[in-house]
């Protein structure tokens, strides 16, 4: 029988419990053992899970702990729920955890969730490629505890004027906007997205020139995205024309 049960990976959004998939929220909904990063899993998406389900909050785990803990609840038969926060294909650690299922022989389902890009473009009510603007758009973080590629640093990546969106960076901001200056230009349109679809999500808007200054004086200093690029200002100058 738990053979026979995979466990499930599910993005579980960047907040808005209804912005998990119908999918995972039925699978999150029959689950006996849930794990989720407290820190990052708003307790909201966490709560369509079963009132008598085993919830562990895995933020103080090492991915040997979370691995573990996931191999005997599936050996103990249970329905086994790993909840990671947006989508599972960015910036999870997904990868490392399959691999170490696998070698054990446990099978399992990844379930996709919305990641926190599209749900700042929603809430913003911004296209984030327009037609002769921005066709491309580039996810990606700056180089720091864990570096990039060398062919991905931020200023390789800037030459190509495309959207680009930047997780987990918001720390080094001030580093971010100088370096992508160079190439966007100073009065560059950025957006700031702290806790997006939260309760307490904000919207800071400025340029590259200025945007660390604003930033610091909101008192952001976390999960924040960095969105750069010429369609961000698309819709703003629509906004100005028609008043």
């Known amino acids: 029988m738990a053979d026979r049960c995979p466990i499930i990976f599910i993005g579980a ?32 998406v966490v ?13 103080p785990l090492t991915l040997e702990d979370i691995v573990a803990r996931l191999i ?6 249970k329905r086994v729920v790993r909840l990671h926060s947006g989508d599972t294909s960015l910036f999870s650690a997904l990868q490392e955890q399959l691999e170490l299922l696998d070698q054990e022989g446990i099978p399992f389902e990844v ?30 973080r700056a180089a720091g505890r864990t570096p990039v590629p060398e062919g991905e640093n931020l200023p390789s990546l800037a030459a190509h004027g495309a959207t680009l969106v ?5 720390r080094l901001l001030e580093q971010v906007a100088a370096e992508l200056a160079e190439h966007y230009g100073p009065e560059a349109p950025v957006v700031v997205a702290y806790r997006v679809s939260w309760p307490e999500a904000r919207f800071i808007r400025g340029t590259l020139r200025d945007i660390a200054a604003r930033v610091r004086d909101a008192g952001i200093s976390r999960q924040a995205l960095i969105m750069v690029g010429p369609a961000l200002a698309a ?6 024309a028609r008043s």
């Open 72 to 77: 005997a609840a599936h050996r103990a038969g």
């Open 111 to 140: 379930i996709p969730g919305v990641t926190a890009a599209a749900a700042a473009a929603a809430a913003l009510a911004q296209e984030l490629t327009l037609p002769e603007v921005s066709q491309t758009v580039i996810l990606t």
């Open 13 to 44: 959004g960047p907040g808005d419990p209804e912005l998990i998939t119908v999918k995972g929220m039925k699978a999150l909904s029959r689950a006996e053992v849930v794990l989720y990063a407290g820190s990052l899993v708003s307790p909201a």
């Open 166 to 170: 930047i997780y987990l960076s918001i």
């Open 47 to 59: 709560a369509w899970a079963p009132l008598e389900a085993e919830r562990v909050d895995t933020a």
């Open 235 to 240: 819709w703003e100058g629509r906004l100005k």
